[in-house]
């Protein structure tokens, strides 16, 4: 993405806070922010499950005011939150199977840590521009398609559910509270550093991995269609809902450049990597029951408000996340 005059304009020698910044997306966005001119403080525990890899921000780590915290620290956040213009809250347990086998942590992180700092915001800086990092897994198993932002909220497993309390809690401060928010609730965010050594943030990273390493990819079922947003085109999402005056007390899906079942998204990743294979397997037991089956958004709501769409196709995506990884590889296992 190529920051904008406008974003310039709204960034330059602003506050910026970003929770989770070391991690595959509040990274992505510190560079972006960086590169507009902002005065950006990173936020991240670093703890190995949740994502953060200090390799992410290599080159601008001189520009970046990174602290090693963690959002679940109230004694801290004070500190952190005053006199910010923005935050960008991207702090979060993302992996579903663990919220299912650790439920308390995944509370404590998507759903007391998000109140906490919300209080924190009200208390301290009650003006900060707040922009929150929701997920399309609160939806559940879709009742039609696409998945607009009317649709049943129907959480399938323990991520999701605190997930949408920690959004609700955002939508709330702002109505009430005056602390101006706004959710975007995200679809498969793919591109350079992402996790790859699990599928705790998502099954492609695992993909790459295996696809590099010379293994075979297993995509359990194969049938399941899904969207993916490249990242650039989620920090763009981000800026804007940060800047644009229709953004405040909204909920914005975002999605991608059309969508793709599981197998075929196999069968191109195979074929722009130049080498690999991948065998169809039944979804294990314990994944079918937290499966929302075929998902994909719909995004014309941020499209018409905003003026966000989607703009680097799942080919693309693949292409520039796998350049990447060719070249990073050992850094991120």
Not at 307 to 321: A, D, E, F, N
Request: charged content about 25%; proline content about 5%; overall charge positive.
């Amino acid at each position: 993405m190529k920051p904008g005059q406008s974003f310039a304009k709204a960034f330059k020698g602003k506050r910026v806070l970003i929770t989770g910044g070391l991690g595959f997306i509040g990274s992505n966005l510190a560079r972006a922010l960086v590169a507009l001119g902002a005065k950006v403080t990173i936020l991240d525990s670093l703890i190995p499950e949740y994502g953060g890899n200090r390799r992410n921000v290599r080159g601008i780590e001189r520009k970046l005011d990174i602290n090693l915290s963690d959002v679940r620290d109230r004694h801290s956040l004070p500190a952190f939150l005053r006199g910010q213009h923005f935050l960008f809250n991207l702090a979060g347990q993302t992996s579903h199977m663990d919220s299912m086998t650790d439920p308390e942590t995944d509370l404590e992180i998507n759903c007391r840590a998000q109140l906490t700092l919300l209080e924190a915001c009200r208390k301290h800086n009650p003006d900060l521009r707040v922009v929150f990092a929701s997920t399309r897994q609160i939806y559940g198993r879709p009742d039609y398609l696409p998945v607009d932002e009317k649709h049943p909220l129907r959480p399938v497993d323990v991520n999701g559910i605190n997930k949408l309390a920690g959004e609700q809690y955002h939508l709330l401060y702002s109505a009430v509270h005056g602390v101006p928010s706004t959710v975007l609730r995200l679809t498969n965010t793919i591109g350079p550093g992402m996790r790859i050594k699990d599928a705790r943030q998502t099954f492609v990273g695992v993909w790459i991995r295996q696809i590099l390493e010379g293994k075979p990819i297993e995509v359990w079922g194969g049938g399941q269609l899904r969207d993916f947003t490249y990242v650039d085109d989620a920090v763009e999402a981000f800026l804007l809902a940060a800047t644009h005056p229709a953004a405040v007390g909204g909920v914005f899906n975002l999605g991608g450049v059309g969508q793709v079942s599981l197998r075929d998204l196999a069968e191109t990743l195979v074929k722009v990597a130049g080498q690999g294979s991948f065998s169809v397997r039944a979804f294990p037991a314990d994944r079918r029951k937290i499966d929302i089956g075929d998902y994909y958004s719909d995004c014309r709501l941020i499209g018409k408000k905003l003026g966000w769409k989607p703009r680097t196709t799942i080919r693309q995506s693949l292409v520039s996340t796998l350049d990447y990884y060719r070249k990073e590889l050992r850094y991120y296992l």
